[in-house]
């Protein structure tokens, strides 16, 4: 089974500077995705970034990046010039490809770390 | 293009009582998934349905909870009997046939409330 571990429950960051959130997986798939979701006080789950494992590059969305090391089994979010409206509760998620067997499907997700950004 | 919808947003229910969450999925979507989210927690997968069919109910607690996607109309989320532990907020998502059933888009919830 797979798991994914968020380290840090709480961050704080000051508007304009960037901050790193960090994940880490455990599993013994060599072709799987990973995701970054966002959950502002409404509660919506917004996709912030996704990430093949097959790919080398790291993902960029705009302000958000990935910081993707395979062999570490970690995948670490970066955003830059932090914004109010970055507080929200981040997650890192895990999924195995739709092209495998068995339950390749399911989101596995972490327990989420709670980003504060300051004025 | 109107995104994933579940209704109602907010449900109370006393104990002993039915709970009836509803998920519609995005147009086109023929993937439907139920997760849990218990407070300070992440998102428990529960249930993986497509339309007439359960593919996976394994995140299912084996008593007292079912789900369904009809072939008309939204997927349904069904708790019976509720007890205070059954608090929590329910996401539906829905993804695509093909290349891009990879990519799960989320409903913004129900929370219910057991008193």
């Known amino acids: 089974a797979q798991t994914v571990t968020q380290s840090q429950p709480e961050m704080s960051v000051q508007e304009a500077e960037t901050v790193t959130l960090s994940c880490t997986y455990d599993t013994s798939e060599n072709n799987y995705y990973l995701f970054w979701y966002k959950q502002p006080p409404s509660r919506q789950m917004i996709l912030v970034i996704r990430?093949?494992?097959?790919?080398?590059q790291n993902a960029t969305e705009n302000r958000f990046s990935v910081n993707f090391q395979k062999a570490a089994k970690s995948f670490s979010l970066k955003i830059s010039d932090s914004q109010l409206g970055d507080t929200a509760m981040y997650f890192c998620?895990?999924?195995?490809?739709?092209?495998?067997?068995?339950?390749?499907?399911?989101?596995?997700f972490g327990k989420g770390t709670l980003l504060t950004v300051n004025p | 293009n109107a995104g994933v919808m579940q209704n109602p947003r907010h449900l109370v229910r006393r104990r002993g009582q039915e709970a009836r969450l509803r998920c519609s999925p995005m147009?086109?979507?023929?993937?439907v998934y139920w997760y849990r989210q218990l407070p300070e927690e992440g998102l428990k997968f529960m249930v993986y349905?497509?339309?007439?069919?359960?593919?996976?109910e394994s995140g299912m607690p084996k008593e007292r909870f079912s789900a369904e996607f009809p072939k008309e109309g939204p997927s349904i989320l069904r708790i019976q009997q509720v007890v205070r532990g059954d608090s929590a907020a329910y996401f539906c998502a829905s993804s695509p046939e093909g290349q891009s059933k990879d990519e799960q888009y989320f409903g913004p919830g129900t929370r219910l409330t057991v008193t």
């Open positions: 998620a895990f999924m195995k490809p739709v092209n495998s067997g068995g339950s390749n499907y399911k989101l596995t």
């Open positions: 349905l497509q339309k007439e069919n359960i593919i996976d």
């Open positions: 990430q093949e494992a097959y790919k080398q």
């Open positions: 147009k086109g979507h023929s993937h």
